[in-house]
């Protein structure tokens, strides 16, 4: 089972910053986080991971607090293409390879 | 660099056939990976492949499905005797290492058990 927590929804004007929280709050101290998002009947599509230290790509941002327990995925600028069903995931790389996907939270950006 | 590709992208089978989906990883990946998507619920993994090897089935129902990864040729997952049941979004997945460090996805095959 995934060992996440994210909230069902929310939603963020285009042009806007959208942060996705997610609470792991059982994490071990070598488990990665993990950021994929669904578009509507697409593959899921790899966003960011990250172990301790805050991670920027061309994508997104994905912040890691001081203890680990909880990270956010920051948008920095949300377009309408952006609107999604975004999953946080912990995992434990070259241990088990398989993605444990929770529910995810779906992120609805309006114009 | 062509993505996962993964054919047919829609498939329709009536109760009792067999469904072959094909999953061809994309260049230098060596990993490959099968997931089912159930309508309105998330992915599962079901198996995890290397190149003529099985390494994690523990997703696999234990009857009726079965994968393989040939030295050539794309990876194949097999439902033998459909049922209603089965009717999912089935997506591969590859990577270049043996870890879920960055799988990349394919578009997804669609089967609709009639």
């Known amino acids: 089972d995934a060992k996440t927590t994210q909230p ?3 939603d963020c004007a285009e ?24 578009i509507h009947s697409q593959g899921p599509q790899y966003i960011i991971h990250g ?24 948008l920095p600028h949300a377009t309408l293409r952006d609107t999604a069903v975004y999953y946080c995931i912990v995992f434990l790389t070259g241990a088990n390879s398989k993605l444990t996907f929770g529910k ?8 | 660099n062509a993505g996962v590709m993964q054919n047919p992208r829609h498939l329709v089978r009536r109760r009792g056939q067999e469904a072959r989906l094909r999953c061809s990883p994309m ?12 309508p309105e619920e998330g992915l599962k993994f079901m198996v995890y492949l290397q190149k003529e090897n099985i390494i994690d089935e523990s997703g696999m129902p234990k009857e009726r499905f079965s994968a393989e990864f040939p030295k050539e040729g794309p990876s194949i997952l097999r439902i ?14 590859s ?20």
């Open chain 1, 8 to 10: 069902p929804s929310m």
């Open chain 1, 15 to 38: 042009g806007r910053a959208a942060n996705l929280p997610c609470n792991h709050s059982t994490i071990s101290g070598n488990e990665y986080v993990y950021w994929y998002r669904q």
């Open chain 1, 51 to 74: 172990l301790k230290n805050n991670e920027t790509n061309e994508m997104a941002s994905l912040i890691i607090t001081e203890d680990r327990k909880s990270s956010t995925l920051i």
């Open chain 1, 104 to 111: 995810g939270i779906t992120l609805s950006v309006r114009p």
């Open chain 2, 27 to 38: 260049k230098g990946h060596s990993h490959v990976y099968w997931y089912r998507q159930l």
């Open chain 2, 80 to 93: 033998q005797q459909v049922v209603r049941g089965d009717s999912a979004a089935y997506f591969c997945a």
């Open chain 2, 95 to 114: 990577s270049a290492i043996g870890t879920a460090y960055e799988q990349y996805f394919g578009p997804g095959t669609r089967l609709t058990v009639t």
